[in-house]
């Protein structure tokens, strides 16, 4: 089995700004792209940004300039650090691995729990 952890999230005001962590854990034996989604009230969960293991990157047209995504594959570990907030960037924010898992063996998505987001004055 694998687990997926996010943590970081918050309430900040318009302009400020988040970090947010994900690990996974588990019988992995490699992970090709790790990513961000999120999901507003009322809305579909959409893509925000994605990071292969080759550190190319994706990022969604509304948080380009505004959003970095990282990871350091020897932890499994995926950031993204969001700066210049804006309210309409509030959801709720979930971590996805693409990981080829040993026992049992299967490669396909992962997903966190996932963590709020408020952007809020």
């Known amino acids: 089995q694998v687990q997926v952890v996010e943590s970081g999230g918050g309430l900040v005001q318009p302009g400020g700004s988040l970090r947010l962590s994900c690990a996974a854990s588990?019988?992995?034996?490699?992970?090709?792209?790790m990513g961000w989604y999120r999901q507003a009230p009322g809305k579909q969960r959409e893509l925000v940004a994605t990071i292969t293991s080759g550190d190319t990157t994706n990022y969604a047209d509304s948080v380009k300039g505004r959003f970095t995504i990282s990871r350091d594959n020897a932890k499994n570990a995926v950031a993204l650090q969001m700066d210049s907030l804006k309210p309409e960037d509030t959801a709720v924010y979930y971590c996805?691995?693409?990981?080829?898992?040993?026992?049992?063996?299967?490669?396909?998505?992962?997903w966190g729990q996932g963590t709020q987001v408020t952007v809020s004055s």
């Open positions: 996805s691995v693409n990981a080829r898992v040993l026992f049992p063996f299967r490669i396909g998505d992962y």
């Open positions: 588990g019988s992995i034996i490699d992970i090709h792209v």
